[in-house]
């Protein structure tokens, strides 16, 4: 299956740029698009502490099972306001 | 007329969040706005760089709105949240309640702004004469 992974702030810095397209096996988790992304830009493994994550713009665990198509967001610690 | 909850890169306008809002039944009114400031933790900040995750934050906006209206007796809300380049003094964000008598305004209002810091998917970078930094804020 192909899912995109959308990278903000420090993270896209550190990969430039804000989307990586990951083709993963069937039963791949968030955290399983995680690992493939940092392999792909290991500048994001450094920066991975704190980080949370979006399912199709819903927050969601590690766990989270994927299915094509999705799209999976990497979540900084947060500073808006 | 303008959405209750927006993401935009243009200059935020305080009246327009207020005058988006539900408010026949209205006593009170309550905004908050966040501004930039020309110091964040003993370092100088020169301009602050917001950048979101537009589709989502909306989303959570109307999720933080939901919350609200749960906790307390308000009749609306809009959440407005600028991104790009920001220059000291303006506003970062603005948020706007209406209720029937004034406690419940205020009470959802500070809920909001803190909740949006919790969990609205927004980043701050500080620009200062000693180089940048991207925030990471402990709610």
Known sequence: MQVTVRLFAAHR?????????AELPDGATVSDALERVCAQHPAIAKSARGIAFAL?????????????????????????? | MTPHFLVSADTLDERAAVECLASDGAGAVATFVGRVRNSS?????????????PEMAQRVFEQIADEAKTRHEIIDIAIHHRVGSLSIGEASVVIA????HRAAAFDACRFAIDRLKQIAPIWKKEHGPDGSVWVEDRP
Request: cysteine-free; proline content about 4%; hydrophobic content about 40%.
């Open chain 1, 13 to 21: 810095e550190a990969a430039g740029t804000h989307v990586v397209v």
């Open chain 2, 97 to 100: 309640v209406s209720s029937r």
């Open chain 1, 56 to 81: 199709n713009r819903t927050h969601v665990s590690a766990d989270a099972a994927l299915a094509d198509g999705d799209e999976v967001a990497l979540l900084p610690p947060v500073a808006g306001g």
């Open chain 2, 41 to 53: 933790r003993g370092r100088d900040v020169t301009r602050l760089e917001y950048e979101a995750y």
